[in-house]
Nanobody
Framework: QVQLVESGGGLVQPGGSLRLSCTASGRISGIASMNWYRQAPGQQRELFATITSGGDTVYVDSVKGRFTISRDNTKNTMYLQMNSLKPEDTATYYC?????????????????WGQGTQVTVSS
């Protein structure tokens, strides 16, 4: 199994910043894409940022220019720097990743999710 753990959420005023982290653990051989999702109350989970193993990034328009996704492949860790936060960014933030890990000596695909971290933007 590959486990993901997010950290860094909290309460911040509009216009403020937060940095989230997501660390993968387990017998990982390699991680392909890593993704950030968020889910606000009463809404569907939204994929809003992706980073490939090579560092290519994709963002949805609502966060482009304000959020920056990055990763440290040596630490199996992904980051999300969030600036100029708005009340509409309030949500539970989840990370996801896919790749390959060693399961009983066999290289196996995985797709894993974190447990989520709450981000609240409010004055």
């Amino acid at each position: 199994q590959v486990q993901l753990v997010e950290s860094g959420g909290g309460l911040v005023q509009p216009g403020g910043s937060l940095r989230l982290s997501c660390t993968a653990s387990g017998r990982i051989s390699g991680i392909a894409s890593m993704n950030w999702y968020r889910q606000a109350p009463g809404q569907q989970r939204e994929l809003f940022a992706t980073i490939t193993s090579g560092g290519d990034t994709v963002y949805v328009d609502s966060v482009k220019g304000r959020f920056t996704i990055s990763r440290d492949n040596t630490k199996n860790t992904m980051y999300l720097q969030m600036n100029s936060l708005k009340p509409e960014d309030t949500a539970t933030y989840y990370c996801g990743a896919n790749g390959k890990y060693w399961r009983g000596g066999v290289l196996t695909d995985f797709e894993s999710w974190g447990q989520g971290t709450q981000v609240t933007v409010s004055s």
